[in-house]
T-cell receptor, first 114, second 111 residues
Framework: GAGVSQSPSNKVTEKGKDVELRCDPISGHTALYWYRQSLGQGLEFLIYFQGNSAPDKSGLPSDRFSAERTGGSVSTLTIQRTQQEDSAVYLC????????????FGPGTRLTVT | RKEVEQDPGPFNVPEGATVAFNCTYSNSASQSFFWYRQDCRKEPKLLMSVYSSGNEDGRFTAQLNRASQYISLLIRDSKLSDSATYLCVVTLDTGGFKTIFGAGTRLFVKA
């Protein structure tokens, strides 16, 4: 079946602009996660959605970052007023069993802020 | 102290070698354990779950030691294609479930 998809695959933007990154999870997966990974670094948790519960936003680095998940499916991560330190690969993952289950990752969006 | 710790490596081993990685976790409320593999500039992919009794999948064996709070991954008969970063993943129940990824251990298998 179809895996997790993300778009765009690459995004180059100028400092100060807003960007939106999209994630389509695997159908039927109730949990959705956003992470970011800087070059050569580990995964940094950003936000977690589980069903209709309030999202766990504890990993968002600043109020410039926000995410929503509409209809329990597609999610959008928005970064406002981008900074150069936001440059990273943004990875989305989904899971059938919430935080207890295996996560399946999308290919990521490589964001470059110039 | 980090909640999940791994030796970053790199581990450089010849083809055919056996190599083992450990991962320690600090929270005894940890519930589920996984090993993921991440190739260079690719997304992480699930390698295997880790069960209390230990489990094997082909050349890969995972073990869990709850008393000492670590998990291990053993790779036998290493292949060039095993070269990757191996991520240890732990989920915690702290009133709500939380997933924590280790920073990874790099493995290079040489011909």
């Amino acid at each position: 079946g179809a895996g997790v998809s993300q778009s765009p695959s690459n995004k180059v933007t100028e400092k100060g602009k807003d960007v939106e990154l999209r994630c389509d999870p695997i159908s039927g997966h109730t949990a959705l996660y956003w992470y970011r990974q800087s070059l050569g670094q580990g995964l940094e948790f950003l936000i977690y959605f589980q069903g209709n519960s309030a999202p766990d936003k504890s990993g968002l680095p600043s109020d410039r970052f926000s995410a929503e998940r509409t209809g329990g499916s597609v999610s959008t991560l928005t970064i406002q007023r981008t900074q150069q330190e936001d440059s990273a690969v943004y990875l989305c993952a989904s899971s059938f069993q919430g935080a207890r289950g295996e996560q399946y990752f999308g290919p990521g969006t490589r964001l470059t802020v110039t | 102290r980090k909640e999940v710790e791994q030796d970053p490596g790199p581990f450089n081993v010849p083809e055919g070698a056996t190599v083992a990685f450990n991962c320690t976790y600090s929270n005894s409320a940890s519930q589920s354990f996984f090993w993921y593999r991440q190739d260079c500039r690719k997304e992480p992919k699930l390698l295997m779950s880790v069960y209390s009794s230990g489990n094997e999948d082909g050349r890969f064996t995972a073990q869990l030691n709850r008393a000492s709070q670590y998990i291990s991954l053993l790779i036998r008969d290493s292949k060039l294609s095993d070269s990757a970063t191996y991520l240890c993943v732990v989920t915690l129940d702290t009133g709500g479930f939380k997933t924590i990824f280790g920073a990874g251990t790099r493995l290079f298998v040489k011909a």
